[in-house]
């Protein structure tokens, strides 16, 4: 092989890899933030790609020398980035539907506002859940971990992977378990609520004299805030065992493609 040949091998090579990489930052939470430029980004997946250029170049992946066979290559392990950018992501999506519950139980589903990590409109509480996950992942070093799942991604799915095999089922499956999730996280406000508004619907029913409609706004508004600092100590281990459980997904859908 010529120094040319050898340079344009290497150079592809290191394109697949960047493909993956750049599809994961694109998507995944911490990385994936709208806040964060789109160079920044690109320059963030190109360094990930350099660093795993050497793992990779060890194991002599096939590399076809056409140009189409090549280009359905790249659009595969974009596609495969994005899958596993979107499974990690699923920890703020959590947050974001558990935010939603309890917004719709305190009144606060009407006032949305705009989320500063997604850049789109919503809930005030799961606009504030989302940032508090993503602080709590950085300070635990999360990023860390989503970075050693990409890595092991190729154990599992080698550049160039004969087939997948995980179908729409999986995504349906884990789509199922992001709502259970979401209604675990927000059923203790939710609940709490949903039952002062059971006392409070039987209160007007007894004493009909008493305009409760015009007090039980603020009321719900301070019970749902002081329900929401209450949990806060609880947060941090709650966001511990969901990513815990994300990453469990990860591996899932590697295992599944790998079979």
């Known amino acids: 092989m010529s120094l040319s040949d050898l340079l344009q091998w290497n150079l592809s090579l290191f394109i697949l890899i960047f493909s993956r990489w750049s599809g994961m930052v694109m998507i995944a939470p911490v990385f994936g933030a709208r806040g964060v430029p789109g160079m920044v980004k690109l320059g963030l997946a190109a360094s990930l790609s350099l660093v795993l250029f050497p793992l990779v170049l060890a194991k002599q992946p096939a590399i076809p020398n056409e140009l189409f066979p090549y280009i359905a290559i790249i659009v595969k392990e974009i596609l495969i980035g994005l899958a596993l950018g979107f499974v990690m ?69 080698p550049i160039n992977p004969s087939g997948i095999t995980h179908g729409a089922a999986f995504y349906i499956e884990i789509t199922a378990r992001v709502i259970v999730l979401s209604l675990q996280i927000a059923m203790p406000v939710f609940g709490a609520l949903f039952l002062a508004d059971v006392g409070v619907g039987l209160l007007s029913k007894t004493v009909p004299q008493l305009n409760m409609f015009s007090v039980i706004f603020p009321v719900k508004i301070i019970f749902g805030i002081a329900l929401l600092f209450l949990m806060i100590p609880f947060f941090g281990e709650s966001v511990s065992r969901i990513f815990d459980t994300s990453m469990q997904w990860i591996f899932e859908l590697l295992r599944g493609w790998k079979s």
Request: hydrophobic fraction near 50%.
């Open 89 to 157: 992501n699923l920890v703020t999506a959590i947050m974001q539907g558990a935010g939603q519950l309890i917004d719709f139980q305190i009144g606060f589903l009407m006032g949305n506002t705009i989320d500063p990590i997604n850049g789109m409109q919503s809930p005030m509480t799961g606009s504030f859940l989302m940032v508090l996950t993503t602080m709590l992942l950085l300070a635990t070093n999360a990023h860390h971990y989503i970075i050693a799942a990409m890595a092991r991604s190729y154990d599992f799915l």
